[in-house]
């Protein structure tokens, strides 16, 4: 069960270089990528996002280069999980094979409000959001996923076996 406060983004075709400018790909250490998370979309975002929170956005999010480094910087700025209408393709298996939880639920830029309380049920496919008091249908996790994310991605999953 994933829980946390929503930070919210309105807008369609949120591409990698919004989420992790191409200046910064030099970085690889993870923490110091989070430094600069969403700073191509939102420069105050490195201060307000507190570990659990969980970003909502519109259609399309993680558009652009296939680059790894925006699902890491996502992940490592503490956010817990990432709801959009849709991903692109390669962001979306970027995103589960380093253990970044994603969940498509369509309208949900209108339905979840910045700062409401979320929790998501990976397996049950499920997101209830506590402060409106209603439930999102999504597609359930297969095990296979579920087991990646709580291994924290591809590599670690393979590690441990």
């Known amino acids: 069960m994933l829980k946390g ?20 790909l030099n970085i690889s250490e993870p923490r110091k990528l989070a430094e600069h998370c969403m700073e191509g979309l939102d420069g105050e975002f490195s ?5 659990g929170n969980i970003i909502v956005a519109g259609k399309n999010f993680g ?13 490592a ?14 962001f979306f298996r970027n995103a589960i094979n380093i253990g970044l939880p994603i969940c498509e639920l369509k309208n949900a830029t209108p339905e979840i409000s910045e700062n409401d309380e979320l929790e998501i049920d990976l397996t049950k496919g499920e997101i209830k959001n506590a402060t409106k008091n209603k439930v999102f249908c999504i597609s359930p996790y297969q095990d296979f996923m579920v087991k990646l994310i709580n291994s924290g991605g591809l590599v670690n999953y393979i590690r441990k076996r």
């Open 5 to 24: 406060k929503v930070i919210k983004y309105k807008r369609d075709n949120i591409n990698t270089d919004e989420i992790i400018p191409a200046k910064f």
């Open 47 to 51: 201060k307000k996002v507190r570990k």
């Open 63 to 75: 558009c652009g280069s296939s680059r790894e480094h925006a699902p890491v910087a996502i992940k």
């Open 77 to 90: 700025s503490g956010i817990s999980c990432v709801i959009a209408e849709s991903f692109a393709r390669i």
